[in-house]
């Protein structure tokens, strides 16, 4: 089980253009989640998917499109990139918790660290 | 999600017990306590988790508080491995709340 990977590792971009972040996991989860870490602030939610063909904003949706077209790939795009989308994303995922959302667990990534100049 | 509180960083000695505390006092009944850790340039990793008992699991073990208003992580022998940023987040188990809230954590320093 390689559980959640990203490609790629890292990434350096200029302002105004554009990727896609690939999140795959084996573990046949319906919930997968996109992360972004900048020092001092903790780790917020991009975009998330309760399961193949949907998706929802998360709390910091902007500048960003998502894909879940497989069950087990979601894609984080950055259609023109902004210096301050420089920062470390994580791909998380989670089975459906038999015992309510407190029960739920995610499953992370290695992380993508990006800078846009 | 009910806020925590924890110290900003904690030393150990290698092969010692540690005692990671957290406080919640606005904890509601049906939050559940989880830990996190994250290794140095790495992902969030999964810990435990728990409601009103203790818990023990092949990493650490959880000590809830009878009131449910503060909590400890206890790692029984601390490794080099085990140097971390801890993190401790309440889960509401209720409506569509999806997203884990991270605060700053505790920083781990494990001395050999």
């Known amino acids: 089980n390689a559980g959640v990977t990203q490609t790629p590792k890292f990434r350096v971009l200029k302002t105004g253009q554009s990727m896609t972040l690939l999140c795959a996991q084996d573990?046949?989860?319906?919930?997968m989640y996109w992360y972004r870490q900048d020092p001092g602030m903790g780790l917020r939610l991009i975009h998330y998917?309760?399961?193949?063909?949907?998706?929802a904003k998360g709390e910091v949706p902007d500048g960003y499109n998502v894909s879940r077209l497989k069950k087990q790939n979601f894609l984080l795009g950055l259609e023109s990139a902004a210096p301050s989308q420089t920062s470390v994303y994580f791909c998380?995922?989670?089975?459906?918790?038999?015992?309510?959302?407190?029960?739920?667990?995610?499953?992370f990534g290695p992380g993508t660290r990006l800078t846009v100049l | 999600d009910a806020k925590t509180t924890q110290p900003n960083s904690m030393e150990s000695n290698e092969e010692e017990p540690v005692h990671l505390p957290c406080n919640h006092s606005?904890?509601?009944?049906?939050?559940?306590i989880h830990w996190y850790r994250q290794l140095p340039s790495q992902g969030p990793e999964y810990v435990i988790h728990?409601?009103?008992s203790n818990v023990n699991n092949r990493m650490a073990s959880l000590a809830i508080a009878e009131d449910r208003k503060s909590s400890t992580l206890i790692l029984h022998r601390a490794t080099l491995r085990d140097a971390a940023v801890y993190y401790c987040?309440?889960?509401?188990?209720?409506?569509?709340?999806?997203?884990?809230?991270f605060g700053k954590g505790t920083l781990l320093t494990v001395n050999p």
């Open positions: 998380a995922s989670s089975q459906t918790p038999s015992g309510g959302r407190g029960t739920d667990t995610q499953y």
């Open positions: 606005t904890i509601s009944g049906t939050d559940y």
């Open positions: 573990m046949n989860h319906e919930y």
């Open positions: 987040i309440l889960r509401w188990s209720g409506g569509s709340n999806y997203k884990l809230t």
């Open positions: 998917s309760v399961g193949e063909g949907t998706t």
């Open positions: 728990g409601l009103t």
